[in-house]
């Protein structure tokens, strides 16, 4: 396909943190001449801060708060104390003047070329219709109500209509295997349930319709199904109420309908854990606590109304599972009335012809300007070889961004370039940080801020972070381990079915009571900006050094023959430990003598010979959590010996197709474990 460039329009709206900043001098008369100095206020006067942000915003309550934080310790601390909230009225506030702009709620697309644009009115008149339905059938706060659905406004369009009602969300992604679901849904028991009967993904038609079917027997507390017809399932579902219909009024009822006025932590939706290890754990957040997450986290991702003159026609797209944090990040992009862009498909198309610039086109022709992805994304399109500036109308986007691993400073290099050439140098990476626990970021971007390749540009405002070393001390410009120190609104209410909280505290709290701990790797530089090097669980310490596994990945994984890598660090049975990298060789190459060597000269050069692999293995791939991130710790104990059971489930892993390989590994490292024990004894 031939392709020209359009003509850009490079007109960069003024950036919300500066607006925010504008705001704070003018009504509160406080001026801060640096970003630091507005961020160390923001963690030393939590009252003052959130409090700001909350009329900053235009959050609404019908009734006073008494106070904004009326225990200031974690876990426990309560946030707006009699203030009345509802994530879906924060949505449709917006709903009159975007659409008097011109401006949609909602731009999707499938892989297959299908689109759909949703007006803001015809968003908020489903979300009622289905709000009503929801309510005939028995729905009432507090009960939940599930969704198997991808990435599609079906599923915006359900979780407006539960937090309108005041129900509890709960979403799993139909890719997921019928075991993990229910392993989470068993848990928090829907009432009712949202379901596609089939998807498209990577060229091939997928029936859901027997999942379906089976997630609704094993589950008896299910009392009403809502189908959403795809066109790809093989067998009708019985006793199914039709989606399309139930979202389908227009009356007076649903022209009267107002979502309901909650408790500011009324739950909002059930979140899980990857589900790597032991049962998923079921964290409930609220509605007020992800208001004002979000209202602050705008000012991170510089995203305005889009029917504004300073943001107008802003379009915000966030490449997402339905399954993984960032689907529900993208969402919140409602809350600050911009237009959001919905891909549903696989990003580079089917996997026997890859063609990685199918989200770029997606993008292009859906005119978004804020484009986001997780890192493995952008390292595949530049192992592609793929021209950014061939594809018409991608001169539109101001804004990149990145999580789910740490991005490779190479790679952002590469597509600062890309854009430099499309006459955009100045394009702006928000390269992000935090987690299912939060549904937020801890270490955000902020457009005022030099660029940091590679880095997280600061801490993100109300966030009290540090890193502290293992006697608990603050560090600068050395790994430590990533804590929050004090209360963030949107830290879990609880987990679902933790009675007396002792998983909760368990999983945070435990090293350090009252004291976040996040379970990352974190160096915060003299300049204030931010490193993720891995999972703290995952380090790889060899003779008292200690090395993040992104540090090592960043060191290898731009090499030319290599594709993926994976390593862990594995204790011998008759003492010290063994380094093993597996490698996925790029096609037509081998793991041989030659990239060993090319291996063993960027770690010796690029970090240090410690970490020097002591073998590396021909890997068929590398597994994957849902959300992307190398399965390095469920890998590293079935070596050390744990059962498989106890370790991953295939249902929960974006890459079932390669545990068997794993797997089988780990039993041969087990036989060669033992048989060199039997020696030693002899």
């Not at 309560?78 to 709903?95: L, M």
């Not at 021209?387 to 490779?408: F, K, M, Q, Y």
């Not at 502290?468 to 430590?480: A, K, N």
Request: include cysteine; hydrophobic fraction near 40%.
């Amino acid at each position: 396909m031939t392709r020209t460039r359009s003509s850009p329009d490079f007109s960069t709206p003024i950036p919300q943190i500066r607006l925010y900043r504008d705001w704070l001098k003018a009504t509160h008369q406080n001026e801060f001449a640096t970003y630091e100095e507005l961020r160390r206020w923001s963690v030393e006067d939590l009252d003052g801060f959130w409090r700001s942000i909350w009329d900053f915003d235009g959050i609404a309550s019908p009734t006073p708060f008494t106070a904004v934080l009326n225990e200031d310790g974690i876990p426990g601390a309560r946030w707006f104390d009699g203030a009345q909230v509802n994530y879906a009225r924060q949505v449709f506030r917006h709903a009159a003047a975007a659409d008097q702009a011109g401006q949609p709620a909602i731009i999707a697309m499938d892989e297959r070329g299908g689109s759909l644009t949703l007006s803001w009115t015809d968003l908020q008149r489903q979300a009622a219709s289905l709000a009503l339905e929801l309510r005939a059938r028995g729905i009432v706060p507090g009960d939940r109500v599930a969704a198997y659905l991808p990435n599609i406004p079906a599923a915006v369009v359900g979780l407006l209509a539960c937090a309108s009602l005041g129900a509890i969300w709960t979403l799993c992604s139909p890719d997921m295997g019928i075991s993990a679901v229910l392993d989470r849904w068993r848990q928090t028991a829907p009432k009712a349930l949202i379901a596609v009967d089939g998807v498209f993904y990577a060229g091939k038609a997928l029936d859901r319709s027997a999942a379906v079917a089976e997630i609704r027997k094993q589950l008896p507390c299910i009392e009403t199904l809502f189908l959403v017809a795809s066109g790809c399932s093989e067998a009708e579902v019985p006793d199914a109420v039709d989606f399309a219909a139930a979202t389908d009024r227009d009356d007076g009822a649903v022209a009267a309908f107002e979502p309901e006025w909650l408790p500011f932590d009324h739950p909002l939706w059930i979140l899980y854990s990857s589900g790597t290890t032991g049962l998923p754990k079921a964290i409930v957040h609220g509605h007020g606590g992800i208001v004002l997450a979000t209202a602050a986290g705008r000012l991170h991702f510089d995203l305005g109304p889009s029917y504004t003159a300073n943001n107008l026609g802003d379009r915000f797209h966030w490449y997402s599972a339905s399954g993984w944090v960032m689907w529900n990040i993208q969402v919140g992009g409602l809350l600050s009335g911009t237009t959001i862009c919905l891909f549903d498909g696989a990003p580079s198309g089917t996997r026997a012809d890859p063609d990685w610039t199918r989200l770029w086109d997606f993008a292009a022709s859906s005119g978004v300007t804020w484009f986001g992805a997780g890192a493995a994304f952008f390292a595949s399109c530049r192992k592609a070889g793929i021209e950014i500036g061939e594809i018409p109308g991608v001169d539109r986007i101001r804004a990149l961004g990145s999580t789910g691993s740490p991005l490779p400073p190479d790679v952002q290099r590469w597509g600062t370039a890309q854009f430099a050439a499309l006459g955009r140098p100045d394009i702006w990476w928000c390269n992000v940080s935090g987690g299912t626990e939060i549904a937020a970021a801890f270490m955000a971007g902020n457009p005022e801020l030099p660029d940091t390749p590679g880095r997280l540009q600061c801490r993100h405002l109300g966030a009290a972070i540090e890193a502290w070393d293992e006697q608990g001390s603050p560090v600068i410009d050395e790994v430590g381990e990533l804590v929050c120190t004090r209360p963030f609104p949107s830290m879990p209410l609880y987990f679902w079915g933790d009675a007396d909280g002792s998983r909760y505290r368990e999983s945070y709290f435990g090293e350090w009571p009252g004291v976040w701990r996040h379970g990352d790797w974190l160096t915060i530089g003299s300049d204030g900006s931010c490193t993720i090097s891995g999972r703290s669980d995952a380090t790889i310490n060899r003779h008292g050094v200690r090395m993040g596994t992104a540090e090592i990945y960043a060191a290898v994984e731009h090499l030319p023959q290599i594709a993926d890598t994976m390593i862990i660090d594995v204790e011998g049975e008759v003492g010290g430990s063994q380094l093993i990298m597996f490698v996925v060789p790029a096609e037509g190459e081998r793991v041989d003598a030659p990239l060993e060597a090319a291996v063993t000269a960027a770690i010796r050069t690029g970090l240090s010979p410690r970490f020097v692999p002591d073998r590396l293995i021909a890997a068929p791939g590398i597994p994957r959590t849902l959300s992307g991130k190398k399965q390095e710790l469920p890998i590293k104990r079935l070596f050390a010996g744990w059962p498989v059971t106890k370790v991953v489930s295939a249902d929960a892993t974006a890459t079932p197709e390669v545990l068997p390989w794993y797997i089988e590994q780990a039993q041969r490292w087990q036989t060669e474990q033992e048989g060199m024990e039997a020696d030693g004894d002899h």
